[in-house]
């Protein structure tokens, strides 16, 4: 699939700060399964410095300086992103139970290690009741991958997607004792659950298509930036992708942005202003697929 | 010397260690067994056997005198907040000899380089994670190991800089490593100020010692971290969480012994990639950062978002190669627990050789034969998280000394070892030796451990030539910490050699020197002591209102006179409520000015410091004793005198550097303010009988009015003396004439430049008030002054503390 792809987050001060410094991932990876074939980040008013680099995760980043007063300020990437199916084999995934000795085997920290992923990290903290939740769904003799696979779809039929419910800040505990939220709580909150039965999960920040195709109905989470769940399935498989909020596996309907162990790893924009008083933020999100039959776009 | 002599000794020294009982099965720093001394504590504690009870309680009294003259505490926590204390010092040092002290110290730099290499490592290659030496899920899962900075290379070439060690010694005599203090250890200028403190107490003893000094360790230090500057521009700076951690005294107090400016970190900015801090003359460069929090806090935009004390993009200019971290961050992953399990393995891959000195001994239960062993053998085991920083001692909720269990609660323990193996260490209950401390008159036997110091230079790894020892309240070794009531001595390392005398310097005392320039104020130091003199004279102001207010109550009584109900609302306007004798809105203004003076410790004078938080103590003490009238005039006059204590001090003793100026400067324009309005309110012909009297007298001018004039107190000899004339030091004029002197002085070097906008507002008032007379300054006009005095702070702030 091809995709046009736009995201724009934007904020306005209340009161106007003189010195801003951001640390945006908002580019999309690049990845056996998908690629960027043009993209920009821009920022409104224009910065005063830039540095572009790549994370631990492999996440690329843009880090922008603003010396200036200013009460608006807005980011935005707009691109064209190929994407096809991560993974359509077989479930090779290790058994559930092996997975503890297959983990122990694995002696490295590079960023894939499943080491980083197995215990608490700063948003996920490890929770009881959480795990009891996620071992009440899966039984031993699963493959890890159906386990994922069963506490994604739990999850999905618990939750109501109300993005009353909850903020950015919200600990998964709270989501998941009202069981509502949106796609950054089911993700944390399934985070929990795996790691809390052993088996590594890490976060993936994305987009979803805007518009189904015709006759389907329309995905949640497509008017924001989306996230999701990969965990790790033993040395055969590796990674694999899981979208709780929709309960499906993820596809070519998902782009992915950015990896990392809980949303601390990857918000797409991370600030910091020196002044006093509230601000306002706003994201806004486009993702087109392009017709490639038609001669023109 | 006769024989008579030595046995009266003999018997001295009997009675003075009649008390000292080493426990069985421990060593001893001073015996070494059959009741013998060791040889290098011989003399020492000859010395102290033969004096009298009162000599050494003078000499104890002498220590702590300086102590607390030099302000040096410690923050205690308690249930409800945390307190000042006064320094722990147990008087007695501990005494090493040199000899011992070279095997420690080359264990120690042989360790050092050790961690060195595993951190290079951590942050690198992860070789000793591939090779089986370190298990990947104790780096992983560590929480000071940070993803983020993997793969940096630091600018230095090292990524370890300064370090401690905590050493103890085993029963069988040798030394043991504890713990490692890698993240951003404490301490050293404590043992700085324990050395001042004994030299004082053995001030007769301690130059013919043979004592190794201090001062060329940290010289060293200085000359190292100097030296790894981008260029001369740059600066040197410790970076300090602030005022309320437990250890901020010792960083202000390194920063002034070392010369480097103390900063937080929003004082730092990033302008391209090089940090600067705003000072009162523009933005600085920093190029070398000595930390004392912890890596995690240092940048928001990397690290914990929630962090208010960090900088963001401080990362980023670590990643750009335009600064050095001292030590990097993400170091403290060196300090858990857990690692202790590994370093010897580690030792032998790296190093080829076991440990010099060992460390304790350490099994990681995520592992089944270290496991089955430390459930096998709870009793001598303290059994702890794995990832945890604190050191074995540092008995906690989720520490559990295996002897110490109740019957049958050790099943219930090896049943958590069997659950949660991987997040646990067994560490051995290791007994300590013991020190001799003076407890209730008399040399008792106490356990202890000695902090040790490192620090990186050109050479290599040098080690303090002595540190800190926590010595215990009770026998418990797991009472050695000072917020559980232990304390700390010195330790002396004794040479067989005379030992030279040194300073920081180095210089030979044979007449040269060298004059350094000026320190760079930072903006926020600058700020502050604006606003500490803003404060103490309001806080002034106040007073002298209230002495006033209450010289009318108690003389008129309960008859309200016009001019006690103006006073009342005049004072009603500073937040003060005259029914309370000392009102809670002077507290405040105390309050607020040691909250200025403690954010500049570095910079401001001990004496000074006493001063000001002994007015603000004598303020609060009065709160709950002082009544109405007679008795709150006397206390008001009090007050009054320990302010002029305080003006005296800063006057008399500060030295006229930038920071006095601005100092001065929020004085000068706080009572020139104060004066204006006060003649405004109570100067005027309309306003209430007695007016004029208050005037004078809150302007402490009655005197020199009775002198001047040969008539009672008119609009116009008020105005005259209070507002216009030069020679009055309360006067509007020579205040204004104050302010001026200072503020060219801080911009001088900027001579052809033109006027700053400070500058310019203060000439025309000065201008203003040099042409004027009496008649002129009406109640409205001096409304005016008091509003162009408010411009000339606001101009004062824009223009330095921007």
């Known amino acids: 699939m091809l995709y046009n792809v736009k995201l724009r987050i934007s904020y306005t001060y209340e009161t106007s700060a003189d010195s801003h410094r951001t640390l945006l991932r908002m580019l999309p990876r690049t990845l056996p399964y998908q690629s960027l074939i043009q993209g920009v980040i821009e920022a409104d008013p224009l910065p005063s410095r830039r540095r572009d680099g790549v994370d631990f995760f492999g996440n690329p980043t843009t880090d922008l300086s603003h010396d200036m007063a200013l009460s608006q300020l807005s980011f935005q990437f707009r691109g064209r992103v190929r994407r096809s199916e991560p993974f359509a084999g077989l479930d090779l ?93 089911i993700t944390h909150v399934m985070i929990a659950g795996l790691r809390g039965i052993g088996i590594p999960a890490g976060y993936v920040s994305g987009f ?23 965990c790790w399935c033993g040395p055969e498989i590796g990674w694999f992708e899981v979208d709780p909020t929709n309960a499906i596996d993820v596809g070519t309907d ?37 017709d490639e039959t038609a001669s023109r776009i | 010397m006769g024989q008579r002599e030595t046995t009266m000794q003999d018997e001295d020294l009997a009675r003075f260690l009649a008390n000292y009982r080493p426990p069985a099965g421990v060593a001893d720093e001073l015996m070494q067994g059959e009741g013998r001394l060791r040889p290098v504590w011989a003399e020492f504690i000859r010395r102290l056997a033969v004096e009298p009870p009162q ?31 006064g320094w722990p010092l147990s008087h007695i040092p501990v005494l090493i000899s040199q000899e011992e002290w070279a095997g420690v110290s080359a264990g120690l730099v042989e360790r050092a380089d050790l961690l060195e290499q595993v951190m290079a490592d951590l942050y690198g290659p992860a070789n000793l994670v591939r090779d089986g030496k370190l298990p990947a899920e104790l780096v992983a899962q560590n929480p000071e190991w940070l993803h983020q900075m993997v793969g940096l290379k630091p600018k230095s070439g090292h990524f370890l800089h300064h370090l401690a060690f905590e050493i103890g010694r085993s029963p069988d005599g040798s030394w043991f490593v504890l713990g490692d203090r890698t993240q951003a250890p404490s301490g050293a200028g404590f043992a700085l100020e324990n050395r001042m403190a004994t030299t004082r107490m053995f001030s007769d003893f301690h130059p013919s010692a043979n004592v190794e000094r201090l001062a060329g360790f940290f010289r060293g230090f200085r000359d190292a971290l100097n030296g790894l500057r981008e260029n001369r521009d740059g600066r040197v700076a410790i970076l300090t969480p602030g005022l309320h951690t437990d250890t901020y005294f010792e960083h202000a107090y390194i920063a002034r012994y070392l010369g480097f400016m103390l900063l937080e970190g929003a004082e730092l900015r990033t302008d391209g ?75 032998r891959h790296l190093l080829g050789k076991p440990l010099s000195i060992p460390n304790i001994a350490t099994w990681w239960c995520g592992q089944p034969k270290e496991r089955a062993y430390v459930r096998d053998n ?88 002595g540190g800190y020892a926590r010595i215990g309240r009770t026998s418990d070794p797991t009472a050695l910490g000072m917020q559980s009531g232990g304390s700390v001595a010195d330790v002396w390392i004794v040479s067989d050699k005379p030992v030279a005398p040194d300073t920081l310097t180095g210089d030979l005392d044979d007449g040269t020197f060298s004059r350094r320039l000026p320190a760079l104020l930072p903006a926020r130091a600058a700020d502050n002591l604006f606003w500490l003199g803003r404060y103490a004279e309001r806080a002034e102001t106040v007073v002298r209102l209230l002495r006033a207010y209450h010289l009318r109550q108690s003389e008129y009584g309960g008859d309200k006179l016009l001019i006690s109900e103006a006073l009342e609302s005049y004072l009603e306007s500073f937040g003060v409520d005259t029914g309370e004798p000392v009102p809670v809105a002077l507290m405040q203004l105390f309050d607020a000015a040691c909250g200025c003076a403690g954010m500049v410790r570095d910079r401001f004078s001990p004496d000074g410091w006493m001063a000001l938080t002994d007015l603000s103590k004598t303020a609060h003490d009065m709160a709950s004793q002082v009544t109405a009238g007679n008795d709150a005039a006397r206390a008001m006059s009090d007050l009054l005198r320990k302010i002029a204590g305080f003006h005296g001090l800063v006057h008399e003793n500060m030295f006229r550097f930038d920071g006095w100026r601005f100092l001065t400067l929020g004085a000068a324009i706080e009572r020139s303010g104060q004066m204006a309005r006060l003649l405004s309110v109570f100067g005027e012909k309309t306003g209430p009988v007695g007016g004029y009297d208050l005037a004078v007298e809150v302007g402490d001018s009655v005197m020199t009015h009775r002198r001047r004039y040969s008539v009672a107190t008119n609009r116009n000899t008020v105005i005259d003396l209070l507002a216009l004339d030069g020679d009055n030091p309360r006067s509007l004029l ?44 009406t109640a409205a006009r001096l409304d005016e002054i008091h509003q162009e005095l408010i411009e000339i702070s606001n101009a004062v702030s824009q223009q330095y503390f921007g």
């Open chain 1, 93 to 185: 995934s290790s058994k559930f139970f092996d997975l503890p000795r297959d983990i122990a085997a694995y002696r490295d920290i590079g960023p894939d290690s499943p080491h980083h992923f197995i215990a608490a990290s700063p948003r996920v903290p490890m929770e009881k009741e959480i795990t009891a939740f996620a071992r009440s769904v899966v039984n031993e003799n699963m493959s890890t991958l159906t386990a994922a696979r069963a506490l994604s779809t739990a999850l999905h039929d618990t939750f109501d997607f109300d993005p009353t419910a909850t903020d950015v800040s919200t600990p998964p505990i709270e989501a998941f004792r009202n069981r509502r939220g949106v796609c950054q709580d």
């Open chain 2, 55 to 85: 000599a050494l309680a003078q000499r104890f009294a002498a220590g702590n005198q300086y102590l607390g003259d030099a302000g040096v505490f410690f923050r205690q926590h308690t249930a409800t907040g945390s307190t000042e204390s």
């Open chain 1, 254 to 290: 998902h782009i992915t942005v950015a990896f990392g162990r809980d949303y601390s790893d990857v918000a797409p924009a991370k600030g910091s202003l020196r002044s006093q008083g509230s601000h306002k933020t706003s994201h806004v999100v486009d993702v087109v697929p392009v």
């Open chain 2, 273 to 347: 990639d090089r940090m600067s801090v705003q000072t009162t003359h523009g933005p600085v460069p920093v190029d070398v950062l000595w930390r004392r929090l912890d890596s995690r806090s240092t940048d928001p935009l990397e690290f914990d978002d929630a962090s208010a004390i960090g900088t963001p993009g401080l990362a980023a200019a670590l990643r750009a190669g335009q600064m050095t971290m001292v030590n990097a961050l993400g170091s403290g992953v060196l300090e858990s627990r857990a690692f202790m399990a590994f370093m010897p393995q580690i030792a």
């Open chain 2, 378 to 465: 709870l009793e001598r085991m303290l059994i702890g998280p794995a990832q945890s920083t604190r050191l074995p001692f540092d008995i906690d909720a989720s520490t559990t000394l295996g002897g110490n269990l109740r019957e049958n609660a050790d099943q219930a323990v090896r049943a958590w070892i069997d659950r949660d193996g991987a997040t646990l260490v067994g560490q051995e209950a290791v007994t300590l030796s013991t020190t001799p401390a003076m407890i209730d008159g008399t040399l008792a036997a106490r356990p202890m451990v000695v902090r040790v110091f490192a620090a990186r230079t050109p050479n290599g790894w040098t080690i303090m030539p």
């Open chain 2, 734 to 777: 020579f205040q204004v004439d104050r302010i001026k002197q200072a503020e060219e002085r801080l911009s001088r070097g900027q001579v052809n430049r033109p006027l700053g906008d400070a500058a310019r507002k203060i000439l025309a008032l000065r201008t203003a008030l040099a042409v004027a007379r009496p008649s002129n300054l």
């Open chain 1, 208 to 230: 979803l298509r805007t518009v189904p195709p015709e006759g389907q109905a329309r995905l949640e989470g497509a008017d924001a930036m989306h996230a999701w769940v990969r």
